[in-house]
Structures are given as structure tokens and as C-alpha cells.
């Protein structure tokens, strides 16, 4: 039977594609060795805010996971009565794969799918050749979502006109849910007058950025004049290497970033990484001023209040920041001077006026978009989200990851204790296997659960190979 609310009206249920409920606490050793912000924690920030606006008294909203599974479908059509699909820039060579498994269950699914802020990335040109690879791929999966909805909502400019220029017409511009994570309210504001050595600052970018777009410049260059900044990385590998020490990614090869043990904001405790939205929300409040090349890095600090600019390196960063009016710079068009881009001057020429004087126009767009598509919202239907509200704030979510610069018992405890859980629940598993392969006459069979073990068994190893190496 459906579940009904307290009046006995039928609920609607949506399925999230998230990788986790906002209301998900999960201690910060669990949460890597899940990913559950699948490899960049700017997911979740429009993830959690779909999770919101969605959620109304009579409708109830289940996260569905990252990972694609092709073989619940018939589950899905007969639990749910909505499949919601908020995406980034899915548009790109290295999410084929991804989105070619997300097609294969759309295609499976009888209830209505609805997209939420897809983006197609490229260059800051706006140039779609590198995109025609994946245009078979793309058209599949804009054909199985429209079957299914009555529109597709894009992030922006570029996506539309890619989309459009494929022969689609139910294309709408709506931009990203997180930006509406408050609804028609949006209060950005400069604090100061200027920016002083006593400013505290946050700073983000991509190992890209930061590598061959001359971020790395810029960060240097600011962590010498300003003694309370922060750098906040997003990357499954960035939380690793805080937590961890852990280099094995090829993004451990880039020492100029300061998620790296090497880099001197990570000895001097300059650097976080979040787990969840609204502890990165809340840390940003009392920051004067944000920039960086990381699009939700600076939307989380917009959602605090705090003014921002983002320096844009390719089509989604650029795209959202004209649709939304949120101040930017093209990185490509940076001077060679770093000091020509000092946060003083960046927050001097940072003009807010397009985003919160246009944001009730693009709300309201945005919400009618979800009534086109028979989705209701908490803003027009529910409480506006104060019982989201409430009860996040009745959880005790981990704070922020910093820099593994300890020797503390307290440090070292709660990571040995994880990895003792984790040793113990690998015997058990073991043990298992050691019967199961008892029972098995075929040698063929006996062989799978035997690199299952000893994989598992790498996985939590690496780090405590890692802490013994250090001499913790």
C-alpha cells in the first residue's frame, strides 16, 4: 500500500540520485572510504538542496545513491512515483560511461524522470567540438529523460544552445538547485569597507587550476599578505591526503596545492574539507570574502552571506555565473601579476546587484519549472523548509577535515579505531569466504572470493602502512 499523510492523502515518493540524505551523519573515516559526495563534495551541496526544496508534507523524498543500478528498475517503478536527477556537468568525455548507465535504467523506468541543472562542459569559448564524441551518448539520454518529463533543465546558456542545436526544444534554463537552498531569499552583502591583512579569507580551486591556469600564482601570493586565509578543497583526494596523508592519487603529485602535506597551509592548518554542506555553510559565515575556481566552493560561501567571485577555467563555472549573475573573472584573461588580482581588488570590483535583485524572478522560473514536471515544492506547498531546517540542526554532523599535523592521542584513536573496526569486520568476512570456499567443488568459483578478500584487505592496509611509515 502507498503510505498516506496524517490526513490520509497518498504520499508522493521521490527517488534522489544523491550521494547520501542530507540527514545521513557519517563519521568522516566512513564517508572516504564510501565517497559519498562521489570524488568532489560540491555534489552534495545541490544534491541536499533538491533533498529540501522537494520535501513537503506530502511528499517524501529517498536518496537513491550515486551509483547507477540498472537492474532496480522494477523495483524503482513499483516504489516510487518520480526518479529526480540533479547533475553538474554530465555533458563530457570522461562521464560517458556514467550516462550511458543512467540511460539504460531510464529507459527501464515507467514513472516520470525529471533533470535538474545538467550541464554540457567545454572551454571558456563556448567551442562543442570536443563534445561530438559523446553526441550519440547525449542524445540517448536527453531522448529517455524527455520521454519521461515534459522539459530538461540545463545550468545555463551554452548547454541550451548545445542541446537545441541537437534538435531538442524542451529545453529550459533553470540553472543549479543549490543556489535556491533558501528559497526566493538570498542575502549576499559586503561587511567591510575593503579587505585588510586582518580579513578572513577562503579560497578554493581545482588541481587543474592550480597546476596549469596559474591558480597556484594567486594562492602563493595571497597566503603571504593575508595570515587568515583558507583554502578549501573539495576532491575525494584533497579529504584523503588531509585525513590520510594519503598521496597515492595522481592529484598527490601536485605540491603546490595546499591540500598536500608538503604545501605550508597544510602545516600551518589553513586548509579544510567538508563532508557535509551545512558545516561548509555555517564555517564561512563569519569569512569576509570567498574566491577561487570552484563554482560550488563559492556558491557555499554565497549561502553564508559571504560575498564571492569565481574565477572561471571552462563552460559550467562560466555558464552558471552569467545565469545567475554572480560575479567572475575568466582565468584565461588573468593578468601575469597575481597581485593585479589581490582579494582587495577582487572585492572591491565584486558587484552583487544582478544576483539578489534577479534571484525572485529566477526562483519563481525555477519552481515553475517543477510544476511543469509535477513536482512539488516546500517554498509553494510545504513550510518553506523549516522542518528540513530543524531537523539538520538537531544532528551532530563531523566538522570540517583538517590537516593530519597531530600526534595527539585523540587523533590518532579515532582513526586506529575505524581501521580496527574495519580489520575486524574483514575477519568475519573472511571467515565466511574460507566456508563458503570449503563448499565450493568448482576451483573456477573458489578463486572470486579469494581476490574479493585480499582486496579488502589492500584497501585497509594502505593507511595503516601509511601512519607507521610517518611514525604515528
Not at 550516462?99 to 567551442?127: E, N
Not at 585525513?243 to 603529485?253: A, F, M, T
Request: net charge positive; proline share 6%.
Amino acid at each position: 500500500m502507498p503510505p498516506k499523510d496524517h490526513h490520509g492523502a497518498r504520499v508522493q515518493r521521490i527517488l534522489l540520485r544523491s550521494g547520501k540524505s542530507p540527514y545521513d551523519v557519517v563519521p568522516i573515516e566512513e564517508a572516504l572510504h564510501r565517497d559519498v559526495f562521489a570524488t568532489n563534495s560540491g555534489n552534495l551541496i545541490f544534491s541536499d538542496a533538491a533533498h529540501k526544496i522537494l520535501e513537503t508534507p506530502d511528499t517524501e523524498v529517498v536518496s537513491n545513491g550515486i551509483r547507477t543500478d540498472v537492474s532496480a528498475a522494477a523495483r524503482i517503478n513499483e516504489e516510487y512515483d518520480a526518479f529526480v536527477v540533479p547533475l553538474a556537468n554530465a555533458f563530457r568525455p570522461s562521464f560517458e560511461q556514467q550516462l550511458k548507465r543512467l540511460t539504460r535504467l531510464i529507459g527501464r523506468l515507467r514513472i516520470p524522470v525529471v533533470v535538474l541543472g545538467v550541464g554540457a562542459q567545454t572551454g571558456l569559448t563556448y567551442d562543442p567540438a570536443r563534445l561530438k564524441p559523446i553526441e550519440p551518448t547525449v542524445r540517448e539520454f536527453v531522448s529517455a529523460v524527455l520521454d519521461r518529463s515534459a522539459s530538461i533543465g540545463v545550468r545555463g546558456e551554452f548547454t541550451e544552445t548545445y542541446l537545441k542545436d541537437m534538435g531538442f526544444r524542451d529545453v529550459e534554463v533553470i540553472g543549479c538547485p543549490s543556489l535556491f537552498l533558501y528559497g526566493k531569499e538570498l542575502a549576499v552583502s559586503k561587511r567591510q569597507p575593503e579587505l585588510s591583512a586582518a580579513s578572513r579569507i577562503a579560497v578554493n580551486g581545482s588541481h587543474s587550476a592550480v597546476r596549469s591556469q596559474g591558480l597556484d600564482r594567486i594562492i602563493r601570493h595571497t597566503h603571504e599578505r593575508y595570515p587568515h586565509l583558507r583554502f578549501i578543497g573539495q576532491n575525494l583526494s584533497d579529504a584523503r591526503q588531509l585525513h590520510w596523508r594519503d598521496l597515492s592519487d595522481p592529484n598527490g603529485r601536485i605540491t603546490a596545492m595546499p591540500t598536500h602535506p608538503d604545501h605550508p597551509m597544510y602545516r600551518e592548518d589553513k586548509v579544510r574539507v567538508y563532508v557535509d554542506p551545512i558545516t561548509w555553510i555555517d564555517d564561512l559565515r563569519p569569512f569576509d570574502f570567498s574566491f577561487g575556481s570552484r563554482i560550488h566552493g563559492n556558491i557555499a560561501a554565497l549561502l553564508a552571506g559571504t560575498p564571492a567571485t569565481v574565477l572561471c577555467g571552462d563552460s559550467r563555472t562560466l555558464e552558471l555565473c552569467r545565469y545567475f549573475g554572480v560575479p567572475h573573472r575568466r582565468i584565461d584573461q588573468l593578468p601575469e601579476d597575481p597581485g593585479a588580482l589581490d582579494p582587495a581588488r577582487l572585492y572591491e570590483e565584486a558587484d552583487f546587484a544582478e544576483l539578489t535583485g534577479g534571484h525572485q524572478e529566477r526562483f519563481e522560473r525555477f519552481t515553475g519549472f517543477l510544476d511543469r514536471n509535477g513536482l512539488r515544492n516546500t517554498f509553494t506547498h510545504g513550510d518553506g523548509g523549516a522542518a528540513f531546517d530543524a531537523r539538520m540542526r538537531s544532528l551532530a554532523f563531523p566538522a570540517g577535515i583538517r590537516p593530519w599535523n597531530d600526534a595527539d592521542i585523540a587523533s590518532l584513536t579515532s582513526r586506529f579505531g575505524w581501521l580496527h573496526s574495519r580489520i575486524a569486520e574483514l575477519a568475519v568476512d573472511n571467515a565466511k569466504l574460507k566456508r563458503e570456499l570449503k563448499r565450493a567443488a568448482n576451483p573456477a568459483v573458489a578463486s572470486a572470493p579469494t581476490s574479493v578478500y585480499r582486496k579488502a584487505r589492500r584497501v585497509v592496509g594502505r593507511p595503516i602502512r601509511r601512519a607507521l611509515q610517518s611514525g604515528r
